[in-house]
Structures are given as C-alpha cells and as structure tokens.
C-alpha cells in the first residue's frame, strides 16, 4: 500500500499499483515524503478522489489500537506501545533531587506555594498517553483522508471488582473510612500482628513494610503489610524472608488510568475533528465473536471502525513510543568512595543517535545502545536482538530517531473470497 497525498500535502486515497508509482518517481511528478509508512507527493494538479474511511481506535493504558477502514477494505493498521516508564523515571528524579538538596542545600522555610494546579491537570504518566493517542490519530490523518473516527472507552467499577457484592449506599464507605491515615488502616487490617513471625519475636513495635519498593508500588495498602520491628530490620539485611503467602494485592492501575483519560481524551478529540463518535467494550467483543475474528489490537480496532469484514493484506505497523531525552538527573550510579558517576550518553556517537533507523546486512532495525568505541546494540521494536556489538561502519543509517519509532511487520491472513484491488483514480 503507497499513500497519496495532492500537491498541497493533503491526503489522498492510497494505491496498491506500484508500476504507477515507480514510473511517477522516475519520471519526477511524485517525491517521497515518507518512508514508513511508504508516502508519496505528487507534484502536478490532480482531482481529489476520496471514499468514506472510518478510524477505530482501540485505545488502552500500554497498546493502542489503530485501524482505517472502508467498507471492504483495510486502508491502515497499527499496535501503538505506550510508555510505562514515566513514573518510575519522576520517582527517581525526586529521590535524587532531594538527596542533593539535602547535601548542597540549608534548610530554608516555605514563603509561598507555586504548585497550584491548573483545570483539567492530569498526572505526567496518564497526560504522556493522552498526548500519545491523540500524535498517533493525527499522523494517520496526515496520510490517510479519514472521514470519522470511533472511540471505544471502558468504565471500570474498582469497588465491585474489590466486592462484587457492593450496592447503593456501599459505594460511599471505603475501605479506609473512619481511619486517620493509611498506616492506622494497615495496622488494623492486620489485628495488629506480625504477618511474618506473628508474634513470636515477642517484639511489641510495629512497622508497616513495602512489600513492592516505594518507588514502584506506592503507598496503596494492598502494597503494605504489618511487621515487627525484629523482622522488618532483618528482613532489610537479609537475614529474614517473608513468607511466600505474602504477595501484593490486586493492582488497579490501568483501571484508574483508563478512568480518568477516557473523557479527557473524547473531549480533545472532539476539539480537534469534527466526527466522533463512542463506543463500548462489550460493542466490540460481541462483533469480534459474531465474524470469528481473533482478539488483538488491531483487530478490535477493525471491528470498532465498523468495517470487521474489511480485507487486510496482513500488514500492520507497529509504533512504540520512547522518551525524547537523556536525563543525568535520573540516575544514581555511584563508583569508590560514594562519588557519583555521570551516566548519561553523549547526544552523538559517530554520528548516530539513540534510536535511530538504521539498515545492516539488509535488515532495517533501531539502535537501543551505543557505546563511545562506535559500537551498537541494534534491534527490532519488540525486542529482538539482532546484534549487540555492530561497529558503526557497518551500518548505514535511514532515518534519525523521532519520538514514536515505526516498523512495518506482516501477519498471516486467513484465505477469504474477496479481491484485493483497490482503484488509484487520482493517478
């Protein structure tokens, strides 16, 4: 599939006829603008045929789902990943800032507070996969005349997953009500007792432990236990191990997440284009097991478009979204003497970037490390690692890095009876 855009840079319907495309380039009437996905310019006044495209996005908290359909063909398809490292990295930064604060810095009182929030604030991570969904619709419509787009969002009711025996009233007495802060709920939970040694220490000062880092897990009392001084001390040198009975609760993360976006996202959508329309979860499921479809992203994302019986050629772009910088401030590596080690690769290394597209022995690929020697760590966007160690003259590169990296991959298709041809009468 080549997408087609007019003289002025709109959109214009794609082609599969690529002798046409090969002469147009030859012969100067069409440049390339993109490499993946294949886009092309023509450079000469043209009539703008286009078809009724509907956009099904599948959106979600790690994958997004996308699918461009009309009614009997798939136009585009692609698995966005989203970033999951936000918190993480913030938490890492406000461990590090303190620490320097407290070694460079005198303690000074409060004067003012310039941390108001403003309306609509929404935390980092979920504000980085908002802006995610809403980058990854606009380049489809850079390439792709979509006339609609479909949303499918979730509500999901954390309190009747914890008890599904909630009603009415229920709703309004939480877990924690009646408690003056979450160490008092956790100490109660637990009958005031040891969950390790239960007594046994004969030790009567209680602490309530982590059982995931601070750092990962948060503060949640599904992420926090009772311990008695004696075991909480050897526990951290060592010398104690938890029993295996004692694990995390249930995490509700990615319920929470899909909460508070969905209506942030539906609302900036509808801001930005003119038809959106929602959709529910239970809508595509019933569609996907009505035309025996399998369950993946992008096959919901078809069903969501409203075209699931679509044929697609089994191509779909995979997208993953990576951090625009390099930050020293979120590292804490340390050398002799407590001296701390600046980690942070250079913005250059024989003239390549981190993820950058590169091409070696044929195979397109993305660089996922490098090091000062030249030597690169090349790799696909799932993972895969084709070499760890690729002097930098072996390697040519195709694109610099942006921030969300393509790759075009193909699926097997199921044998269907419908034809694959599609008209280019724009060329």
């Known amino acids: 599939m080549v997408y087609v855009l007019n003289i002025s840079g709109q959109p214009l319907m794609p082609t599969e006829n690529r002798a046409k495309v090969r002469i147009l380039l030859k012969s100067g009437k069409a440049r390339v603008v993109k490499r993946c996905p294949f886009t092309i310019q023509l450079m000469y006044n043209t009539k703008s045929y286009t078809q009724e495209i509907a956009l099904g996005v599948d959106s979600g908290s790690k994958h997004i789902g996308l699918s461009a359909t009309t009614k009997d063909k798939v136009l585009f398809e692609s698995d966005v990943e989203l970033r999951n490292d936000i918190v993480d990295l913030l938490s890492a930064r406000r461990q590090n800032r303190s620490a320097r604060r407290n070694r460079k810095t005198r303690y000074r009182r409060q004067r003012f507070s310039n941390r108001e929030r403003k309306d609509g604030w929404l935390a980092p991570s979920v504000q980085n996969k908002v802006d995610t969904h809403l980058t990854a619709i606009r380049k489809i419509h850079e390439i792709l005349p979509v006339s609609k787009i479909i949303v499918e969002v979730a509500s999901f009711d954390i309190q009747k997953i914890k008890n599904p025996a909630i009603s009415g009233a229920d709703y309004q007495k939480g877990e924690q009500m009646g408690f ?15 969950q390790c040694c239960h007594g046994r220490s004969k030790d009567r000062i209680l602490n309530v432990h982590h059982i995931e880092s601070r750092k990962t897990g948060g503060d949640a009392p599904n992420n926090l236990i009772t311990l008695c001084e004696t075991c909480h001390t050897g526990y951290h040198k060592g010398a104690v191990r938890l029993p295996k009975t004692i694990r995390r609760g249930m995490l509700f993360r990615d319920a929470a ?50 075209h699931p019986d679509a044929v697609s050629d089994g191509t779909v772009y995979c997208q993953k979204k990576v951090r625009c910088h390099n930050r020293q401030i979120h590292k804490a590596n340390f050398i002799r003497g407590g001296k701390r080690k600046r980690n942070q690769s250079p913005y250059e290394v024989m003239g390549f970037r981190l993820f950058d597209k590169v091409q070696w022995k044929g195979r397109e690929c993305f660089i996922f490390g490098r090091r000062s020697t030249g030597r690169m760590d090349l790799r696909l966007l799932d993972g895969t690692k084709l070499n760890s160690s690729v002097g930098y003259k072996n390697i040519h590169l195709l694109e610099m890095r942006k921030n969300i990296l393509i790759e075009e991959r193909r699926k097997a298709v199921p044998p269907t009876g419908k034809p694959l041809g599609f008209p280019a009468k724009h060329l």
């Open 180 to 194: 003056w802060n979450v160490r008092e709920y956790v100490l109660f939970r637990d009958g005031h007792e040891c």
């Open 257 to 306: 997440f899909m909460g508070i976006m969905r209506w942030a996202f539906y609302d900036k959508l509808k801001e930005i284009y003119p038809d959106v329309h929602l959709t529910y979860g239970y809508i595509t499921k019933n569609t996907r097991i009505r035309h025996a479809l399998p369950k993946d992203h992008c096959v919901d994302a078809r069903c969501i478009s409203g």
